[in-house]
């Protein structure tokens, strides 16, 4: 054996086994904060219209939300997140809640920073609060959760428009047409979400049901085009099959545009009746 691939080796096996001597309690598991902070929608869409995020014919709270957040708090910025505003002309205060690795100091201290005027009008420091989330899940929990979410999937290469995105739904009703077939859209909904949550957060979800759903249009670029699409808030019961990947799962979230408001889950305790 030449000399110079005999040391190659030999580095080889000193790294695997300094690898294989790290403890693993010293393996760092990140925290994950849930975050709750009180909205002044007069500032917030003042600061949207100044952006000119706010158009005659589409305003995206989810990608105006977006963009706040990330002027505010940078890196810290909590995703995925849930804007909640009550629709009327007498609301004047909304509710953002998020998942983020910083707690509520951190997020503050960085608005200190950032913040411009307007946008600390918008999201006051004292209305910013955060509480440390487990670690390690108890696996076999049972848990109630919410979600908000966009049920899409894209276009295959071969396809019209190929890359772009289209709702769940329409895609089972077109296999279910050509199987003579009526789909129900509670369902497939349902079968998506199940394949999301079990894929990624190692979940048994038992139950799922639509509680709202609505097409609604977004734009994902300052002056591009509004999309169409799919919104819907679906309601269920989980089981907790691995608890560190079911943290992750609420530090990742579900689906696609976990970045523009959909995906954050919302727990509650799960009803012996009445589930979900």
């Given at each position: 054996m030449k000399l110079s691939r005999w040391l190659r080796l030999a580095?080889?096996?000193?790294?695997?086994?300094?690898?294989?001597?790290?403890?693993e309690e010293d393996v760092e598991t990140k925290s994950v904060h849930m975050v709750r902070a009180e909205i002044d929608l007069g500032s917030f869409y003042r600061w949207a219209a100044s952006r000119r995020l706010m158009t005659s014919s589409v305003f995206d709270d989810g990608y105006a939300m977006h963009c706040l957040l990330t002027e505010v708090f940078g890196d810290h910025?909590?995703?995925?997140?849930?804007?909640?505003?009550?629709?009327?002309?007498?609301?004047?205060?909304?509710?953002?809640?998020?998942?983020?690795?910083h707690d509520a100091d951190q997020l503050v201290d960085s608005a200190a920073c950032y913040a411009d005027p307007l946008?600390?009008?918008?999201?006051?420091?004292?209305?910013?609060?955060?509480k440390e989330m487990p670690a390690d899940w108890t696996k076999g929990r049972r848990l109630g959760f919410e979600v908000l979410v966009r049920?899409?999937?894209?276009?295959?290469?071969?396809?019209?428009?190929?890359?772009?995105?289209?709702?769940?739904?329409?895609?089972?009703?077109?296999?279910?047409?050509?199987k003579g077939a009526a789909p129900n859209r509670e369902d497939v909904y349902a079968r998506w979400l199940t394949v999301q949550m079990e894929r990624h957060g190692r979940v048994d979800v038992e139950k799922c049901r639509l509680h709202s759903f609505r097409n609604v249009r977004v734009i994902r670029k300052?002056?591009?085009?509004?999309?169409?699409g799919p919104s819907a808030v679906m309601r269920g019961t989980l089981t907790i099959g691995e608890g560190r990947?079911?943290?992750?799962?609420?530090?990742?979230?579900?689906?696609?545009?976990?970045?523009?408001?959909?995906?954050?889950?919302?727990?509650r305790p799960s009803l012996l009746r009445g589930d979900p």
């Open positions: 580095r080889f096996d000193r790294s695997v086994q300094l690898l294989s001597e790290v403890p910025a909590p995703k995925p997140f849930r804007l909640i505003t009550h629709r009327s002309a007498h609301s004047t205060m909304g509710l953002l809640y998020g998942y983020t690795g946008q600390a009008h918008t999201i006051p420091s004292e209305a910013i609060k955060t049920p899409v999937t894209r276009r295959s290469r071969n396809a019209d428009r190929p890359g772009t995105e289209k709702d769940v739904f329409q895609s089972s009703e077109t296999r279910a047409l050509d300052r002056r591009g085009p509004s999309i169409a990947e079911f943290s992750k799962l609420l530090e990742r979230g579900v689906g696609r545009h976990r970045s523009y408001g959909y995906g954050m889950l919302l727990l």
